[in-house]
């Protein structure tokens, strides 16, 4: 069964960058999309940022447009996250999630089918 990891989460101050990586325990030649998404205390997880291998089309949330940037390594089956000008808002747990095929809206939980156990980013005012 394929597993995810992310790491790179920590704490940082309000204007800071992190960078997070999440990698799949297994490759398939089935690999479709990979993406981010988010969970702070009391909130919805909502998604973030998504990339589709096919073309490396991404898709990212508004609230993080123009300061998080994913890439990712196909042949890796790796996903990043660049999270420049952290806010306070910002913070929450970070999953990565990850889908074979297309099954739904990538932007949307039900796209896929795979999730990390989360890395939490904390950024201070």
């Known amino acids: 069964q394929v597993q995810l990891v992310e790491s790179g989460g920590g704490l940082v101050q309000a204007g800071g960058s992190l960078r997070l990586s999440c990698a799949a325990s297994?490759?398939?030649?089935?690999?479709?999309?990979m993406g981010w998404f988010r969970q702070a205390p009391g909130k919805e997880r909502e998604f973030v940022s998504a990339?589709?291998?096919?073309?490396?089309?991404?898709w990212s949330a508004d609230s993080v447009r123009g300061r998080f940037t994913i890439s990712g390594d196909i042949a890796k089956t790796t996903v990043y996250l660049q999270m420049d000008s952290l806010k306070p808002e910002d913070t929450a747990v970070y999953y990565c999630?990850?889908?074979?095929?297309?099954?739904?809206?990538?932007?949307?939980?039900?796209?896929?089918?795979?999730w990390g156990q989360g890395t939490q980013v904390t950024v201070s005012s």
């Open positions: 999630a990850a889908t074979a095929r297309y099954r739904g809206s990538l932007i949307g939980q039900g796209g896929y089918t795979y």
């Open positions: 990339i589709r291998w096919s073309g490396s089309i991404t």
């Open positions: 297994e490759r398939t030649s089935g690999s479709y999309a």
